[in-house]
């Protein structure tokens, strides 16, 4: 298997070049153009990889992923239905437009930024601190890494630039869709996207998910079966932003990207995948990334339609 993740990297290297590093948060621009690894974790926690596994990148959207769990597990779906819809979108990630076009103001995914700063107000915790420390702690079980951090240079760009998204949770505030402070839930939503990971880390959260919530290793089960259903649902329709439909027909797996150039992917049941390639296609999707997971997919026959 290594051997096969050895040749889908060199096959893919060179995709790299024709994609671009994420600049609109100035502290990604320092990352490898170049970079591109996979890793793969199995339902017997056996563990394969290739190419630039050791790189460290900020999970920026794949947190996105972790968030819903978390409101999903202190929230039933039918309440979270009532502030965020699960419809997918051909907008940008950031869009603001189709919070006013559509007419509900409903964020349309956990998926996108709106979406995803609306799920953190879901998620209980007395103080903002304890919201957010619960995420993260979550974070930590389910990638079974107790020493991930914080990169506090991403952290402080994020939010030293992050006006879009202020828009967003602004826009939300007026039209009840929210009703925190603004400034504490972006305060959370920056910080979970400046997480350090490898494509170990992602993979870790995959397989969970390709197990239906029980951890391989440890045979413990971190998330609800029916949890598990609705976010591989969502990353399925929504987590490749606008690329999601064309991700479905080359690749095939519920997957979830962020522009710190990670995808994790899932194959039901066999594999949690970790991708990592910073330069970024016009959807903001690893552009080598993508090509890997569309070999993979094909190679090993892991499409799940
Ligand atoms: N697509 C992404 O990964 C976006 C996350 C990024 N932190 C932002 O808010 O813009």
Redesign the pocket.
């Known amino acids: 298997m290594n051997q096969v993740l050895q040749e889908i990297i060199e096959n893919n290297r060179s995709w790299t070049e024709k994609g671009t590093i994420?600049t609109?948060?100035p502290e990604l621009a320092k990352a490898n153009p170049h970079a591109l690894g996979v890793y793969l974790v199995d339902m017997q926690n056996n563990e394969y990889f290739a190419g630039d596994v050791h790189t460290v990148f900020s999970i920026?959207?794949?947190s996105k992923i972790i968030t819903f769990i978390c409101a999903l597990t202190d929230t039933d779906f039918n309440t979270i239905s009532k502030v965020i819809s699960v419809e997918p979108t051909a907008d940008e990630?950031?869009s603001i437009a189709n919070l006013e076009i559509k007419n509900t103001n409903k964020p349309l995914n956990p998926m996108i930024?709106s979406g995803a700063i609306a799920t953190i107000t879901l998620v209980k915790g007395k103080t903002y601190e304890e919201k957010f420390q619960r995420i993260f702690h979550f974070f930590k079980l389910v990638t079974d890494n107790p020493n991930l951090t914080i990169n506090e240079a991403i952290y402080q760009s994020?939010s030293s630039t992050?006006d879009?998204?202020r828009s967003l949770a602004y826009y939300m505030k007026s039209t009840g869709i929210i009703h925190d402070e603004v400034e504490e839930i972006l305060n959370i939503?920056?910080k979970l996207?400046?997480i350090n990971v490898t494509c170990k880390d992602i993979a870790r959260i995959g397989v969970v998910l390709a197990n239906n919530g029980i951890q391989p290793y440890s045979n413990q089960r971190v998330i609800r079966k029916d949890i598990c259903q609705i976010v591989k649902a969502v990353m399925s329709t929504c987590g490749m932003?606008s690329g999601s439909g064309s991700f479905a027909t080359t690749v095939g797996m519920p997957a979830k990207?962020?522009?710190?150039g990670g995808i994790l992917a899932v194959v039901p049941h066999k594999f949690g995948i970790g991708v990592v390639g910073p330069a970024l296609d016009a959807s903001?999707n690893s552009i080598a990334g993508i090509k890997v997971l569309t070999e993979l997919s094909s190679r090993l026959d892991l499409s799940i339609y």
């Open positions: 994420a609109y948060i920026q959207s794949i990630f950031n930024n994020e992050g879009r998204n939503y920056f996207c400046s932003y990207s962020g522009v710190g903001g």
